[in-house]
């Protein structure tokens, strides 16, 4: 068992894991690490199931058993559903024990419905059928339209995971819209007391983006150098802060006390992209930093093993925020637009789930052709 891995759990923060594949639900990989990690959750992507389906065979038997009358659409979430539904399994002892509060594995609707908030809740709730576990979050991106499917996903009693947030003021967004569906299912007589929600709050690549700013601009302007150059790595993990900071301010007070006195759940944050891009970087920095209560933490494979190895444990996301304010001021001084970097991490962050979704289904149809038998 890793001590550092149990300490981090600890000290408030939940352990996802940013990776699935049928390989490790069925070779006790995943159950190994439930019980020897603290790892209690599960994240996936149209990326991740996109090199998944890419790599090795593990998913042919059951593409050859799907209906060839299906969409490849279709056939992607069946194949993907079952993926999650066995995960949600082996996370139901966690969830059962937490009573809720933890155990979640998520899936994420088609990027392509991104502007598109009918079609979202639509795709929502029907693979909320399919899936058909209580331990099931649906990824929604964190968009208008992402926020107002997310008022109506909640009051319609479904757990959601709201991605792709690079901006406080989007994290604003749908807390807000997390608590007036609350509030809506609420005032129906409906229980709210076993929904869940996190808030994905995407961190090293607004230091990938801000510090190539800086760079050039540097490189512009020898005589400031030193200081653009020393504003580098500064931004994301007060960024983070910031939008800890909005969490607990958010979920405090009158308006949440009527809530949570019908046993209403905050909607923690979840720090994603929290592998380190820079190698100049400590390998551990987005988790080190970030480290607080009602928190999750989703983990790519490698950064976990890292922080097993030599990650060091702190109550840190509360440390120096007015720091942290300080320093996207600065950034602002030097012409660096956070809202602007932000803006554009959205755009991208959107188009590359849609093309990974577009060469998942292009790889999926060649599959499903290949293993389609002959016709004479």
Same mark, same amino acid.
């Given at each position: 068992?890793?001590?550092?891995?149990?300490? %981090?759990?600890?000290?408030?923060?939940?352990?996802?894991?940013?990776?699935?594949?049928?390989?490790?639900?069925?070779?006790?990989?995943?159950?190994?690490?439930?019980?020897?990690?603290?790892?209690?959750?599960?994240?996936?992507?149209?990326?991740?199931?996109?090199?998944?389906?890419?790599?090795?065979?593990?998913?042919? /038997?059951?593409?050859?058993?799907?209906? !060839?009358?299906?969409?490849?659409?279709?056939?992607?979430?069946t194949?993907?559903?079952?993926?999650?539904?066995?995960?949600?399994?082996?996370?139901?002892?966690v969830?059962?024990?937490?009573?809720?509060?933890?155990?979640?594995?998520?899936?994420?609707?088609?990027?392509?419905? !991104?502007?598109?908030?009918?079609?979202?809740?639509?795709?929502?709730?029907? %693979?909320w /059928?399919?899936?058909?576990?209580? *331990?099931?979050?649906?990824?929604?991106?964190?968009?208008?339209?992402?926020?107002? /499917?997310?008022?109506?996903?909640?009051?319609?009693?479904? *757990?959601?995971?709201?991605?792709?947030?690079?901006?406080?003021?989007?994290?604003?967004r749908?807390?807000?819209?997390?608590? =007036?569906?609350?509030?809506?299912?609420?005032?129906?007589?409906?229980?709210?007391?076993?929904?869940?929600?996190?808030? $994905?709050?995407?961190?090293?690549?607004v230091?990938?983006?801000?510090?190539?700013?800086?760079?050039?601009?540097?490189?512009?302007?020898?005589?400031?150098?030193?200081?653009?150059?020393?504003?580098?790595?500064? =931004?994301?993990?007060?960024?983070?802060?910031?939008?800890?900071?909005?969490?607990?301010?958010?979920f405090?007070?009158?308006?949440?006390?009527?809530?949570? !006195?019908?046993? =209403?759940?905050?909607?923690?944050?979840?720090w994603?992209?929290?592998?380190?891009?820079?190698?100049?970087?400590?390998d551990?920095?987005?988790?080190?930093?970030?480290?607080?209560?009602?928190?999750?933490?989703?983990?790519?494979?490698?950064? %976990?093993?890292?922080?097993?190895?030599?990650?060091?444990?702190?109550?840190?996301?509360?440390?120096?925020?007015?720091?942290?304010?300080?320093?996207?001021?600065?950034?602002?001084?030097?012409?660096? $637009?956070?809202?602007?970097?932000?803006?554009?991490? %959205?755009?991208?962050?959107?188009?590359?789930?849609?093309?990974?979704?577009?060469?998942?289904?292009?790889?999926?149809?060649?599959?499903?052709?290949a293993?389609?038998?002959?016709?004479?």
């Amino acid at each position: 068992m890793s001590a550092r891995l149990h300490a %981090l759990h600890a000290a408030g923060q939940s352990l996802w894991l940013d990776y699935i594949d049928r390989t490790m639900l069925s070779n006790g990989d995943l159950a190994r690490r439930i019980a020897e990690d603290a790892l209690t959750g599960m994240t996936s992507n149209p990326t991740i199931f996109e090199k998944a389906l890419a790599e090795g065979a593990a998913y042919d /038997a059951q593409l050859a058993t799907i209906d !060839a009358a299906l969409s490849d659409r279709e056939a992607f979430f069946t194949v993907a559903a079952t993926d999650v539904r066995n995960a949600c399994d082996a996370f139901r002892g966690v969830y059962d024990r937490t009573q809720g509060v933890d155990g979640y594995v998520s899936l994420e609707v088609s990027p392509d419905l !991104a502007k598109d908030a009918a079609g979202t809740v639509a795709e929502a709730r029907r %693979l909320w /059928a399919i899936v058909d576990r209580p *331990n099931l979050m649906i990824k929604v991106p964190g968009t208008v339209e992402g926020a107002a /499917a997310i008022r109506e996903l909640i009051a319609d009693g479904i *757990n959601v995971n709201v991605t792709l947030l690079f901006a406080v003021d989007a994290h604003a967004r749908v807390i807000e819209a997390y608590i =007036a569906g609350l509030e809506q299912r609420a005032a129906a007589g409906q229980p709210i007391d076993r929904l869940s929600s996190v808030a $994905s709050f995407f961190v090293s690549r607004v230091d990938s983006a801000i510090d190539k700013q800086l760079a050039t601009l540097a490189a512009a302007t020898p005589a400031n150098a030193d200081l653009l150059l020393g504003l580098q790595g500064k =931004a994301a993990i007060a960024n983070a802060k910031l939008a800890y900071r909005l969490f607990t301010a958010s979920f405090s007070g009158p308006r949440w006390a009527a809530l949570a !006195a019908h046993g =209403a759940r905050v909607q923690r944050p979840l720090w994603a992209s929290t592998s380190t891009k820079n190698p100049a970087y400590r390998d551990v920095i987005y988790v080190e930093e970030l480290i607080g209560a009602d928190t999750v933490n989703t983990l790519p494979p490698a950064t %976990l093993e890292a922080f097993r190895d030599h990650g060091e444990v702190r109550a840190s996301v509360t440390e120096q925020v007015a720091e942290a304010d300080r320093a996207l001021a600065a950034l602002e001084a030097q012409g660096v $637009s956070l809202q602007a970097v932000t803006d554009t991490l %959205l755009a991208e962050g959107l188009a590359s789930f849609e093309q990974s979704f577009v060469t998942l289904l292009a790889g999926l149809a060649r599959k499903r052709a290949a293993l389609a038998p002959s016709v004479a």
